[in-house]
């Protein structure tokens, strides 16, 4: 799978159509993955401005640092046939920009656009209400297209494959640090590019969700939440959550595991074409409401993923936007008894025309090592 396939030439155009569709003069995407998920260029996040202007009408083009112009000649963006415009270090690059633009009543900024570029537009643009690109970009970047789908079955057999050396990871008395050492680099060797995340949350720390990494030493007996994420070179991400304990679990724990575990099952048994993102939460909460465990489960079900790994939708009582083919998010719902542990069982699904699909497919069960 190619870059082309990934960020299609034809992507630029759908986003142009959609900025017109959507009332707005143009959008601002500074780097971020708004700009990648558009040009496919991958531009370094600084202070001074690199910035695709894609307006409702005309041709789109690119503010780019003089020095910076090879980075981006070199990048995927060129096969856009879109023009450059090189700045020199003592131009104002936003006022290049706002002119080449014109007269704008509505600009949508990528989401990430830090805040010392967004106040600059705005005085390069006074009387320009600004909105988020997020609003035109969200309907696409939701709509995952087979080579994305593609790429995010791939992050997730290799973060499958690191959450199969785990057990060889964890034993009674290394820390929590330095067994997220072993797995981060187990993440970059399993073919990611980055490791965006590890968290190795052992005994009462599994209360805690997002709990990274300490110096507590990891005793027998104790259960371990492993949640561990990381991107491809492509740009997708990967997340998976286990669990596992160092020999038998206590009781009480075996018994919440049992209700953790049919509550991701129902979620993920719940997703087709046509239903809610709330729905999905929903399934997974009244399992776990049922057991009496409702209080304990303290976050939303689940997060869109893409070349984020937070993105929308979100599986969250409230969202009411019906599940489409195509649609990537996990599925993630947790139990956490603050002071004593906790546990999350977390898959990566993509919406089918028939269900659910998961990505992550290693054993849900509790993994006694
Ligand atoms: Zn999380
Ligand atoms: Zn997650
Ligand atoms: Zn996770």
Known sequence: MTSQDL????????????????????????????????????????????????????????MVPRLELPAAQASPASRLGLEFVAWDETDDPYEIAAKRLGPAAKVGLADRMWAMASLRFRSAMPGTEQVLAGSVLRELRMRKSPAEVEALRQAGEAIDAVHRQVPGFLRPGRTEREVGRDIAEAILAAGHETVDFVIVASGPNGASPHHELSDRVIQAGEPVVVD?????????????????????PPAEYAAFFEVLRRAQDAACAAVRPGVSCESIDAAAREVIAEAGYGELFIHRTGHGIGIETHEEPYIVAGNDEPMEPGFAFSVEPGIYRAGAHGARIEDILVCTESGGLRLNNTPRDLVVV
């Open 7 to 62: 960020y299609p030439v034809s992507r630029l155009a759908a986003v142009q159509e959609a900025t017109a569709a959507s009332g707005l003069d143009a959008l601002l995407l500074t780097p971020g993955p708004d700009l990648r998920y558009v040009s496919g260029y991958q531009a370094l996040p600084l202070e001074r401005l690199t910035c695709l202007v894609v307006p409702a009408a005309g041709e789109p083009y690119m």
């Open 228 to 248: 561990i994420g990381g991107q491809l070179h492509n740009g997708y991400c990967s997340d998976s959550t286990r669990n596992y304990c160092i020999g038998e």
